[in-house]
């Protein structure tokens, strides 16, 4: 299971240490120079994904909202990702930033376990520094040994998941300050995932501010609710150890006890014939320290028990082989569903994880290992949110790109990015670059009322301009029929603000009478919609109109009160306040 160049000081900040709420210093630790570009393995010596240095002739500036992390999963490296990533160098263009060295058992000690950072003295895990820059992604590598080689021989990636999540703590913050950016993406492979939520469900992981800064969540073949793979023959051919923390806090049933994981579903931290018993070894498994705190004996709270925020957008790859008779079969040989259905087991979430499967059609054992190395699945799991409440923050007078994907389980893609004006503004829409047949436009205010008719694509582009007053609002991207190869091509886009007169086109409105019994005239503007609210913000009825200049709106039906009116034409809206007798 498994590159705009730096401020100085930034870069002087980076490399000394990294403060967090805790007052903890996260102090790297020393090592060879060769280590940071070479994996040594055996007797054979391999080069590693390195960033293009900058330079002060070249500046880089992300075109994607926010930088995604990729973590891969158990017994692996981050170079399992060098498949997908280097063909979104090629197609896409994108720039790797570096990648986040940890040894997660430094002391090289399996039965005693912690989650101190060198150099406190037995600490188990170890960060080293890397060239690290702003990028549009990012890697964590576990693959390390205690001297900062990469290339581990002391289980550093089969160490606990809850080491794990206190790295991904250390590499968020790291990736939020090289970028400037205020939130992150996650990708997780296999036990990736559960390093991603290990971090994310936990408060005492998050940043100095106590939030977490996770947009969104995409996991590919990890066991939500655990793997017995470790239990199949075929494990015997593997490098992975039965008594390592990870396979401790991977099953989903331990073997000869039947409970489940204590990490994942709760329990004691005991190993005795009816706890924690999975195995003839003895014991178990190298220790029973599931939260890595020094105190044994504990009742752990399960990952699957505990909350999770609910505004992040989740996203599953579920892979399923092909049996010997032709037929897909639910699992990727290594997790089988609903193990990796992240619904499965975050029940009663807001915004349901997205799923999206993966079968190779001529795998008869497993395509699990396989599941970092498939670009389609991959982006149309980090497609752009398709709700306003989890929309990706943008700033206007940049430039930005996104995707179209075919998304499930709907038809049409929709995506939603949150911008913020603090002035009276034009805001012009442009968006280029459109391969899909149908895509169209629309800006909503922060209640998700649209402003203006929705702009629909001439060939491959979109233009449109909406007078916006100061607030928070929504750019809807909809791309009515996606198909598989839309992806390739992102489209562009941004909006370009300048100042102008507020509310121009109504500066000879008027509305009466005022408070009305019955008809309400609305004259010397041109609209072409009226909403009807509560002072609550309910929705009433909603009114189209002619375009004329005269218009009247009937509200003789409504009980009396005081009412909200939202008025529109193609450029602007208004809000006008009645009282109804």
């Not at 999540?165 to 970028?179: I, K, L, N, S, W």
């Not at 992981?205 to 969104?216: E, L, P, T």
């Not at 509200?555 to 007798?581: A, F, P, R, W």
Request: proline fraction near 4%.
């Amino acid at each position: 299971m498994n590159k705009i160049t730096l401020f100085a000081s930034f870069a002087l900040m980076f490399i000394s240490s990294i403060v967090f709420s805790q007052n903890e210093r996260i102090e790297f630790k020393p090592r060879s120079a060769d280590f940071e570009y070479f994996e040594y393995r055996n007797d054979s010596i391999f080069s590693l994904k390195t960033p293009i240095q900058n330079t002060t002739s070249r500046v880089f500036e992300s075109k994607l909202p926010y930088p995604i992390i990729f973590i891969h999963g158990l017994n692996s490296s981050s170079e399992t990702w060098n498949t997908s990533t280097d063909y979104y160098d090629t197609q896409y263009g994108f720039t790797f930033g570096g990648r986040f060295d940890f040894c997660l058992n430094a002391d090289n000690n399996n039965t005693t376990t912690n989650k101190n950072f060198y150099p406190t003295a037995g600490a188990d895990i170890a960060a080293f520094e890397s060239l690290v820059q702003n990028g549009d992604y990012y890697y964590v590598n576990f693959n390390v040994n205690p001297n900062g080689a990469v290339g581990t021989t002391v289980l550093s990636n089969q160490s606990a998941i809850a080491k794990q999540g206190t790295a991904v703590r250390v590499a968020v913050q790291r990736v939020m300050e090289v970028t400037g950016k205020d939130k992150v993406i996650l990708v997780g492979h296999s036990m990736g995932g559960l390093a991603s939520r290990e971090y994310i469900q936990n408060s005492y992981n998050w940043q100095s501010d106590n939030q977490h800064h996770v947009a969104k969540l995409l996991t590919l073949g990890t066991p939500h609710g655990g793997s017995n793979a470790s239990d199949n023959p075929i494990a015997f051919f593997t490098s992975v150890s039965p008594q390592s923390e990870a396979i401790r806090d991977l099953k989903t049933t331990y073997y000869y006890s039947g409970e489940g994981s204590h990490f994942l579903f709760g329990g004691l931290e005991v190993q005795n014939s009816a706890s924690m018993n999975d195995n003839s070894n003895s014991p178990d498994f190298f220790n029973s320290d599931i939260n890595c705190n020094g105190i044994l004996g504990e009742n752990i709270q399960g990952l699957n028990q505990k909350p999770i925020d609910n505004l992040i957008d989740f996203s599953c790859v579920i892979g399923r082989i092909t049996n010997a008779f032709g037929s897909n079969v639910t699992t990727d040989g290594v997790v089988p569903e609903p193990s990796s259905n992240m619904n499965t087991y975050l029940t009663g979430l807001t915004y349901p994880a997205k799923l999206f499967y993966f079968n190779s059609g001529y795998d008869l054992i497993e395509n699990h290992t396989e599941l970092p190395g498939y670009p389609y699945q991959m982006m149309q799991g980090l497609d752009e949110p398709n709700f306003k409440e989890l929309a990706y923050g943008i700033q206007t007078n940049k430039n930005y790109i996104g995707y179209t994907t075919v998304q499930n389980p709907t038809g049409a893609d929709n995506d939603y990015f949150k911008f913020t004006v603090t002035d009276n503004v034009n805001a012009i829409v442009n968006v280029s670059s459109i391969v899909t047949s149908a895509m169209n436009g629309t800006i909503l205010n922060s209640a998700g009322t649209a402003v203006g008719a929705s702009q629909n694509n001439s060939g491959a582009t979109i233009s449109f301009t909406r007078t916006l007053a100061p607030g928070d609002y929504y750019l809807k991207l909809t791309s009515t029929n996606p198909t598989n190869t839309n992806y390739t091509t992102p489209y562009q886009f941004n909006i370009t603000t300048t100042l102008s007169a507020d509310d121009t086109s109504f500066e000879s409105f008027v509305f009466y009478p005022n408070p009305v019994k019955d008809i309400l005239n609305l004259e010397n503007i041109t609209l072409s919609k009226a909403t009807v609210y509560s002072v609550l913000g309910q929705l009433i009825e909603t009114k189209t109109f002619e375009n004329a200049t005269s218009n009247t709106l009937d509200l003789s039906s409504l009980e009396s009160g005081i009412y909200l009116i939202v008025l529109e034409n193609d450029s602007q809206q208004k809000t006008i306040k009645v009282i109804k007798e």
